[in-house]
């Protein structure tokens, strides 16, 4: 990872970006289809992740942005149940970076007890650190999904955040860039009109415009090692 003013400014960079570009057409992400149906509904998708879950207070921060959003656009997305909301640390092998559900199996057969060794690692040296992070908004890529983004706090919420991604990645190594988020929706599989871009872009602009930043603590002992058969509910893997 960068330092932490390289990562930091990248990821609210990117956020602004995103916030002012609403796209003239729309370009659905090609594995969307994975986890959603043509008719609009959440299908099955089978995986293991590393979640932080979050504290009643802080759930209580991202639900009114999500319900603020979802009354000015929550018929043109596929909402995602406010009782899924968590904080991913890192993805393990998915139906998108793995295919079959057979491949998923065999490759977490040789990475589970890794992952629980490092789990274990992790809450003994930070035992009982917290990972502050802000939030600046929600925002999209326009591509597949809707969600709250994050930045750590300080230096210091950096370092312990980037140390636990890296450990995780050389276990799984997916070679993408870590973007701390909290997923609110996805988009439906269908080309958008220009007045439902414009709906969605307007929903996110007011949403972030009328709550501003949230401010959150990740607690180290609330990290969890999951399975999920949808994007809907995530049981502890072991």
Same mark, same amino acid.
């Given at each position: 990872?960068?330092?932490?003013?390289?990562? !930091?400014?990248?990821?609210?960079?990117?956020?602004?970006?995103?916030?002012?570009?609403?796209?003239?057409?729309?370009?659905?992400?090609?594995?969307?289809?994975?986890?959603?149906?043509?008719?609009?509904?959440?299908?099955?998708?089978?995986?293991?992740?590393?979640?932080?879950?979050?504290?009643?207070?802080?759930?209580?921060?991202?639900?009114?942005?999500?319900?603020?959003?979802?009354?000015?656009?929550?018929?043109?997305?596929?909402?995602?149940?406010?009782?899924?909301?968590?904080?991913?640390?890192?993805?393990?092998?998915?139906?998108?970076?793995?295919?079959?559900?057979?491949?998923?199996? !065999?490759?977490?057969?040789?990475?589970?007890?890794?992952?629980?060794?490092?789990?274990?690692?992790?809450?003994?040296?930070?035992?009982?650190?917290?990972?502050?992070?802000?939030?600046?908004?929600?925002?999209?890529?326009?591509?597949?999904?809707?969600?709250?983004?994050?930045?750590?706090?300080?230096?210091?919420?950096?370092?312990?955040?980037?140390?636990?991604?890296?450990?995780?990645? !050389?276990?799984?190594?997916?070679?993408?860039?870590?973007?701390?988020?909290?997923?609110?929706?996805?988009?439906?599989?269908?080309?958008?009109?220009?007045?439902?871009?414009?709906?969605?872009?307007?929903?996110?602009?007011?949403?972030?415009?009328?709550?501003?930043?949230?401010?959150?603590?990740?607690?180290?002992?609330?990290?969890?090692?999951?399975?999920?058969?949808?994007?809907?509910?995530?049981?502890?893997?072991?």
């Amino acid at each position: 990872m960068n330092s932490f003013a390289e990562y !930091r400014d990248g990821l609210f960079g990117k956020f602004e970006e995103d916030i002012k570009r609403v796209p003239e057409k729309w370009q659905v992400a090609g594995n969307l289809v994975r986890k959603v149906s043509k008719d609009g509904f959440l299908q099955p998708f089978y995986g293991y992740t590393s979640i932080f879950d979050l504290n009643d207070s802080d759930c209580a921060k991202c639900r009114e942005r999500y319900d603020s959003f979802m009354e000015k656009a929550g018929e043109l997305v596929i909402p995602l149940p406010a009782s899924s909301f968590h904080l991913t640390l890192h993805t393990f092998w998915n139906q998108n970076n793995s295919g079959s559900v057979e491949e998923v199996d !065999r490759r977490m057969a040789v990475s589970t007890p890794e992952i629980i060794e490092t789990m274990e690692v992790v809450r003994n040296e930070y035992r009982e650190e917290i990972i502050r992070m802000v939030s600046p908004g929600i925002s999209t890529t326009w591509t597949d999904v809707v969600s709250m983004k994050f930045i750590p706090y300080s230096q210091h919420d950096y370092d312990i955040l980037s140390s636990l991604f890296e450990r995780m990645e !050389r276990i799984c190594p997916l070679g993408q860039p870590y973007v701390p988020h909290i997923s609110f929706s996805y988009f439906k599989v269908k080309e958008y009109s220009k007045e439902e871009i414009e709906r969605i872009a307007d929903a996110i602009k007011s949403t972030n415009a009328r709550y501003g930043e949230a401010y959150v603590t990740l607690n180290i002992n609330s990290l969890r090692f999951c399975v999920h058969s949808d994007m809907t509910g995530y049981e502890t893997a072991m």
